[in-house]
């Protein structure tokens, strides 16, 4: 496999080997990632954003089911 890098503005090819498991790891973490950047708000668009309503009920609910369960 071939790794391209830029150094002082000048490109290299460089071959690299690596074994499956590695690769397979990179490309699981890089999609979980990838994947988390929009599932996930900041707190502080949760807190200050349009449907900062929504959490605040939503969050309150939580914690009144954590008080009742006693946890």
């Known amino acids: ?6 150094v002082d503005g000048e490109e ?3 071959e690299v080997e690596f074994d499956v498991t590695t690769l397979a790891l990179c490309s699981h973490e ?3 990632t990838l994947s988390a ?3 996930q708000p900041i707190v502080e ?7 900062s ?5 939503t969050i ?3 914690l009144a089911q954590i008080k009742k ?3």
């Open 1 to 6: 496999m071939g790794l391209t890098a830029s």
């Open 12 to 14: 290299e090819v460089r």
């Open 30 to 32: 890089a999609v979980h």
């Open 37 to 39: 950047i929009d599932d």
């Open 45 to 51: 668009n949760a807190i200050n954003g349009p449907e």
């Open 53 to 57: 309503g929504d959490w605040k009920l």
């Open 60 to 62: 309150e609910a939580k």
């Open 69 to 71: 369960l006693g946890t």
